[in-house]
T-cell receptor, first 115, second 109 residues
């Protein structure tokens, strides 16, 4: 089975711009979660989608949004980029909702640099 | 609120030493799951183990073993006879998608 894929792998944007990141989960997985990883803050949970519905949300401002499509693929969008948004954005998929007993499988991440 | 605490930020050992990574999960949930993930230098997190709060049996997988104690909410991870390839950041995670800060393990030859 193919693993979780994320595109693009690297991205450089300027402050004020917006960005869209994409994630394709493992086939058959219906839950997709997004995380922000930075050296200072560790792994921070952004949100989780299951069956095209946002099921859980972390403590991030409204500039961070996401969606999930009927094929379980997910996108996250960050508007009005700030320097502090520079991070590795990780996508993870699981069979069902991640808030529970399902392990997550992570993609390689998208490295976003905001200048 | 849930909180995962990994007491050790960094651990450095010499190859073949045993090493234990600590994890404590604070939650009001009576039923919960705990996970360990490994993030090697390549960056991709890899799932290692899942344990539910009902099962306090220790688990062993090769050189890896896990000890869960519900009374202290601890889920510690031991690597026996460590190897250089074990060098990575190890994350403990609670069932509400809460990750600890991670422990950077460096195994020196």
């Amino acid at each position: 089975k193919a693993g979780v894929t994320q595109t693009p792998r690297y991205l450089i944007k300027t402050r004020g711009q917006q960005v869209t990141l994409s994630c394709s989960p493992i086939s058959g997985h219906r839950s997709v979660s997004w995380y922000q990883q930075t050296p200072g803050q560790g792994l921070q949970f952004l949100f989780e989608y299951f069956s095209e519905t946002q099921r859980n949300k972390g403590n991030f401002p409204g500039r961070f949004s996401g969606r999930q499509f009927s094929n379980s693929r997910s996108e996250m969008n960050v508007s009005t980029l700030e320097l502090g948004d520079s991070a590795l954005y990780l996508c993870a998929s699981s069979l069902a909702t991640g808030v529970g007993g399902y392990e997550q499988y992570f993609g390689p991440g998208t490295r976003l640099t905001v200048t | 609120a849930q909180k995962v605490t990994q007491a050790q930020t960094e651990i450095s050992v010499v190859e073949k030493e045993d090493v234990t990574l600590d994890c404590v999960y604070e939650t009001r949930d009576t039923t919960y799951y705990l996970f360990w993930y490994k993030q090697p230098p390549s960056g991709e997190l890899v799932f290692l183990i899942r344990r539910n709060s009902f099962d306090e049996q220790n688990e062993i997988s090769g050189r890896y073993s896990w000890n869960f104690q519900k009374s202290t909410s601890s889920f510690n991870f031991t690597i026996t006879a460590s190897q250089v390839v074990d060098s990575a950041v190890y994350f403990c995670c609670g069932s509400r998608l809460t990750f600890g800060e991670g422990t950077q393990l460096t195994v020196n030859p």
